[in-house]
C-alpha cells in the first residue's frame, strides 16, 4: 500500500494539482497503483550512491523528475465520483438525509445492478454499530441489512452477550449488491466509503464491531488479514477528530462455512461485553 510520505515525495517532484495528499493517495489507489516504479531497478537496502538518484539536473541545472504518473479515464471518474461522494456527505446532517443523498448517488454502478440501496438500519443512538461488506441476496430484496441466514446467526451472536438486533445500529460498507456477491473493488469501495463515514460521525456509537477482512480493512484503511486484527480493540479515527475503538471479527457468512471458528467469534463477543462495561 502507497504511504502518504511517498506520495508527498512524488508532488513535490511533479505538478498534480489536487486538493491534499490524501486526495492524491486515493487518485493513486483508484487506478490500481500500488508500488512505486521507476525506468530502472533499484536495491532499497543497498547504500546510495549519486547514480542511483532518480533526479536530473536539466540543461538548466533545474531538478526535473523522472516519474511517471499513472492515469486511466476509469481512475479519473471513480476519483471524481469519491470526491462527489464526500462533498455531498459532509451536506447530511441525519441519517435521514445522508439516506436520501445516497439513494440519489449516482456515482457508483453497482447501483444499476442492485434492486435496494440498503441503507443502516437499528437504534440511531446505538452503542454498538455493526459494519459488514456488503449486502447478499435477501438483504438486495428486502433493503435491510443482514436478514439472511448471516443475519439470523448475528441475531443469536448479540443475544449470548446480552444485546438485540434493536438496540445496535447495523450496516455495510457497500449500500448497494455487488453482482454475484463478488468481492468488491478498491474502487467501489473507496466511493462508497463516504457514507459510511458519515454514518459513524452521526451515530457515534460507544464501539464499532467489524465483521469480516473487507469491512475491517475499509475502515481501518490496513492490509492486515482479519487474523491478524481480531481479538484486540483499534482505534479509528475519523476526518473531524473523532476517535471510536473498533473490535474486528469474523462475519457470520464464514462461520456458517466455517463453524469451527465459531469459539474466536465468542471470544471477542466477550470482550465486546466487557469493554461495553468499561465504559
Known amino acids: 500500500m502507497l504511504q502518504k510520505n511517498i506520495i508527498v515525495d512524488i508532488c513535490s517532484k511533479q505538478e498534480v494539482k489536487m486538493e491534499d495528499t490524501e486526495d492524491i493517495l486515493n487518485w493513486y489507489i483508484l487506478a490500481g497503483v500500488d508500488e512505486i516504479c521507476t525506468e530502472s531497478t533499484k536495491n532499497y537496502l543497498a547504500p546510495k550512491t549519486s547514480e542511483q538518484s532518480s533526479i536530473r539536473l536539466s540543461e538548466n541545472n533545474q531538478k526535473t523528475a523522472v516519474v511517471r504518473p499513472a492515469t486511466s479515464l476509469l481512475a479519473q471518474v471513480s476519483n471524481e465520483a469519491y470526491l462527489n461522494a464526500r462533498d455531498i456527505c459532509s451536506q447530511a446532517q441525519t441519517l435521514d438525509d445522508l439516506k436520501a443523498l445516497m439513494e440519489s448517488f449516482e456515482g457508483c454502478s453497482l447501483k444499476f445492478s442492485a434492486n435496494s440501496t440498503v441503507f443502516g438500519y437499528g437504534n440511531p443512538q446505538a452503542e454498538v454499530m455493526i459494519i459488514g461488506e456488503a449486502p447478499g441476496a435477501d438483504e438486495d430484496r428486502i433493503g435491510e441489512p443482514f436478514v439472511g441466514r448471516s443475519g439470523h446467526l448475528l441475531d443469536k451472536m448479540l443475544s449470548a452477550v446480552g444485546l438485540r438486533r434493536e438496540d445496535c445500529y447495523i450496516t455495510n460498507v457497500l449500500p448497494w449488491r455487488p453482482p454475484g456477491n463478488r468481492t468488491p473493488t478498491d474502487g467501489e469501495v473507496a466511493v462508497c466509503l463516504p457514507f459510511l463515514k458519515r454514518q459513524i460521525e452521526l451515530i457515534k456509537p460507544k464501539i ?22 481480531r481479538g484486540r480493540f483499534v482505534d479509528y479515527e475519523t476526518d473531524n477528530g473523532s476517535v471510536f475503538p473498533t473490535l474486528s471479527s469474523y462475519h457470520p457468512a464464514y462461520l456458517l462455512r466455517t463453524p469451527s471458528q465459531k469459539s474466536k467469534v465468542w471470544a471477542d463477543l466477550l470482550r465486546l461485553q466487557r469493554k461495553l462495561a468499561e465504559m
Open 208 to 229: 464499532i464491531l467489524l465483521l469480516g477482512s473487507s469491512a475491517a480493512k475499509a475502515v481501518l484503511n490496513t492490509a492486515d488479514s482479519i487474523s491478524q486484527l
